[in-house]
């Protein structure tokens, strides 16, 4: 499995990029709790994508188990986010270099394959590449990080189903 991704080493920074969307007010918060607010994710707003249960509205709720997808960002939310696409349930990461190998970077991608709260549900793809003399060059990643990862997000998302369930 590959991935595309620009050649160009340099790092970005997030740093300011909450405080872009103001009001006169302060720091912009959305009215998450409202009921009728229409949003692109249909009425309900952006609860609907999360409560977990089947939505009879249309646009609302999500394409891929909500606590699988709650549990993905939840967990690797160390990783810079790429891109996600709730509806589709794929989730790119963007190079991490973890700060005791700086000499080794890893990109990671999640795939939600269904609405059921199942591992057959959940797959995660880990890249992995060497900094070498010529630059970075792709390496094997064990198989046993993506399944640490794999592992990891099933149980956070029974965690928040059986919080959601309230047991």
């Known amino acids: 499995m590959g991935f595309l991704a620009a050649c160009g080493g340099e790092d970005i920074s ?66 810079p986010p790429l891109s996600a696409d709730p509806f589709g349930g794929v989730i790119i990461y963007d190079w991490y270099r973890p700060p005791e190998s700086p000499q080794e970077r890893l990109k990671v991608a999640v795939y939600i394959l269904d609405t059921r709260l199942t591992a057959s549900a959940l797959r995660v793809a880990v890249n992995r590449q060497v900094q070498g003399a010529d630059g970075w060059q792709d390496a094997v990643a064990s198989e046993d990080t993506a399944t640490a990862l794999e592992n990891a997000i099933l149980t956070q998302a029974r965690l928040l189903r059986i919080a959601w369930l309230g047991e």
């Open 14 to 79: 997030y740093e300011g990029v909450e405080d872009t969307i103001k009001t006169p007010q302060g720091r912009f918060e959305p009215d998450i709790d409202d009921p009728d607010r229409e949003t692109i994710f249909g009425s309900g707003g952006i609860n609907s994508l999360w409560s977990g249960e089947e939505s009879d509205r249309p646009g609302g709720g999500l394409g891929v188990n909500a606590f699988l997808w709650r549990a993905s960002l939840d967990t690797l939310a160390f990783l």
